[in-house]
């Protein structure tokens, strides 16, 4: 916050406006302490941490039980990268088929299953229904992100689905909502996208990933542990073969 406090001074508030600016300009208009901004940065970072992590653990096992998506994610690696450096962000925009291996993994395997709850602030109808004042509401974004009458074989790990149609998922787009929409989505929720982008990028990138000698992929446990966030009951065990020269 100094920093940015700082740099903010030095170019007369011309600076590039990141997450800590926005709060920053926004302090005194709302009353913001610094206590309240050091907690709301600590919340985005903390929240980001165990879902990340779910994301990339399913990703991964989907990767490794689906060896032509890892292929041709690679070969897409190979083609916009090479062999003689590693991916930086930059290179995000080449990438359309690695960022469609993200949204699947989204799609199936969203880290919290049904959403934080929310709580209507007024009688409202959703489908039929009457939802009353006050009432708890938890969005199934597991059950939607699985519905045959959305999804074309709504089981099957096919990335190619994003490049035959373009969804959103950053809230705009009701089909795909694992950062959750409106005044409620994720602030984080493009930190998350680049973070499992670069995480999944050098992973595949870097290696080639299989399973232990003598494990079938149909004897992975792809159940979820029960809970706000749906770990992998059974940890991932996956074999990692060196693709780029050892100094990468």
Request: hydrophobic letters at 40%; one cysteine or more; aromatic letters at 6%.
């Amino acid at each position: 916050m100094e920093e940015h406090t700082a740099a903010r001074h030095k170019s007369g508030g011309e600076t590039k406006q990141h997450f800590v600016d926005a709060l920053l300009t926004s302090k005194e208009k709302y009353e913001l302490s610094e206590v309240t901004i050091i907690g709301l940065l600590w919340d985005m970072i903390h929240a980001g941490i165990d879902t990340t992590i779910i994301s990339i653990e399913w990703a991964m096992v989907e990767l490794i039980k689906n060896p032509r998506v890892q292929q041709k994610a690679q070969e897409e690696l190979d083609r916009a990268i090479g062999y003689e450096r590693v991916m930086t962000e930059s290179d995000f925009p080449n990438l359309p088929y690695l960022r469609c291996v993200v949204k699947e993994a989204e799609r199936l395997h969203p880290p919290l299953p049904l959403m934080l709850p929310h709580k209507a602030n007024s009688n409202v109808k959703i489908g039929g229904y009457d939802i009353p004042k006050g009432s708890i509401v938890h969005v199934n974004v597991w059950a939607m992100g699985r519905d045959p009458k959305i999804w074309k074989n709504p089981t099957e790990f096919r990335p190619e689905r994003f490049l035959e149609e373009d969804v959103d998922m950053k809230g705009h787009d009701f089909r795909l909502l694992p950062f959750g929409a409106g005044r409620r989505v994720c602030p984080g929720a493009q930190l998350g996208i680049n973070l499992m982008t670069s995480m999944l990028g050098h992973l595949l990138h870097h290696f080639s990933w299989s399973l232990p000698e003598g494990v079938k992929s149909e004897e992975i446990d792809m159940s979820g542990n029960p809970g706000i966030m749906s770990f992998m009951r059974t940890p991932l065990q996956a074999v990692a073969k060196l693709r780029l020269p050892a100094h990468l």
